[in-house]
């Protein structure tokens, strides 16, 4: 899956937006599958309400607060007609949310869960908070990523192969894409992953698989996935550190840990290898529920390398091939698992099932060659 590890793709492009920008697209994630955003129009320099408080050349990035507000647009309906359509269905406590706060610094993000029924996730028409790179609306956040504060871009967004029909109160031409605009009134200062020291990346990477477990649970598997991947394409960019570590030992890692990172909480090497290869086996479980087998196979190949003794990524790497009709490594896999948990009756009955499928091949490849000689 994901660019960003395997299913949920990136921008086709990591530049950001000019205001003479190209028409520019890329993919992202909702919690009912991949949709394609494209930009309709330049970014341009938007109207920033009273209270706006960050420098206009101030770019957002990982941890930034960002004080954004989306709007769709509809077909026969100016942008503003459209924002009165949906703030008439606020609740009057909604309303009063418009309104920005004086000073974002001092603000908290904006609550709300995320919806199987929406591709936008935030609020519509409201002034929102957003924590940039949590991952709470991928859409929004890709496009708030690329803006400078005080810009406003205009978007389309369709969905991607057999993504399931969203729902919203007004729906669009039939076969044309959603068009909405995103508004970044303002944000605060984050930090570039080459800017941040191994013990902050080391907290993202837990909030990402603590986030991951949560929408899983709820549901949520496109961003269970998307969790996933974040972390680790944030553990790929500290790989060098526990490779290091792992030389030097570890009562000399953990005295350098101390030393370049103060009171920090950083993980042994032993923990860091059992971490990815748990989000390795979390992103095979999240692809094959989506129907991804290859992709499965490879994340849950990969678990088992950093850890042959976890017994639940050797199931999903069986699950995985025998959705790609790959028998025989099903069949080591399964026979792994048994050496880890000899009564295991999932691995015995896939066993089982496997025997039985090429059992059934067998008989019809037979027949097949019998007409061809009789």
């Known amino acids: 899956m994901d660019g960003r590890t395997d299913h949920t793709v990136r921008p086709l492009t990591d530049c950001r937006f000019s205001a003479d920008a190209d028409d520019t697209s890329w993919v992202s994630v909702c919690p009912r599958g ?38 769709l647009e509809f077909a026969g309906e100016k942008h503003e007609s459209a924002r009165e359509h949906q703030t008439e269905r606020l609740t009057p406590s909604e309303k009063g949310r418009d309104r920005p706060v004086d000073d974002i610094t001092k603000a908290m993000p904006t609550a709300f869960p995320r919806c199987l029924e929406s591709v936008l996730q935030v609020p519509l028409g409201n002034w929102t908070v957003l924590r940039l790179g949590e991952g709470q609306c991928d859409v929004t956040e890709s496009c708030v990523e690329r803006m400078r504060a005080g810009e406003k871009c205009e978007i389309l967004i369709s969905p991607i192969g057999n993504a399931p029909e969203v729902p919203i109160s007004h729906p669009p031409v039939e076969n044309e894409p959603l068009q909405a605009t995103v508004e970044l009134q303002t944000c605060t200062p984050g930090k570039e992953s080459w800017e941040m020291s191994t013990g902050e990346k080391w907290e993202w990477v837990k909030s990402h698989k603590e986030r991951g477990g949560v929408r899983f649970r709820g549901g949520d598997l496109w961003g269970a996935a998307d969790s996933y991947s974040r972390a680790l394409k944030l553990l790929i960019t500290i790989q060098r550190h526990f490779k290091e570590a792992s030389v030097k030992g570890q009562e000399e890692e953990q005295r350098d840990w101390n030393a370049g990172d103060g009171a920090q909480s950083l993980p042994s090497v032993a923990e860091y290898k059992t971490t990815k290869a748990e989000l390795h086996s979390n992103l095979s479980l999240c692809q094959l529920k989506l129907n991804l087998p290859e992709r499965a196979r490879n994340s849950a190949a990969r678990a088992t390398e950093l850890d042959p003794a976890g017994a639940k990524a050797w199931y999903r790497l069986g699950q995985a091939c025998q959705m790609v009709n790959d028998l025989e490594e099903a069949r080591q896999a399964f026979r792994k698992l048994l050496e880890l948990q000899p009564d295991s009756p999932a691995a015995l009955k896939a066993l089982k099932n496997i025997a039985s499928r090429e059992k059934e091949t067998n008989t019809q490849l037979g027949l097949r060659l019998s007409k061809m000689f009789s």
Do not use: E, I, M, Y
């Open 34 to 71: 991949l949709w394609k955003v494209q930009q309709k129009s330049s970014v341009r320099q938007a109207a920033c309400p009273s209270g706006g408080d960050a420098s206009p050349t101030l770019w957002p990035s990982l941890g930034s607060l960002c004080r954004v507000r989306v709007c």
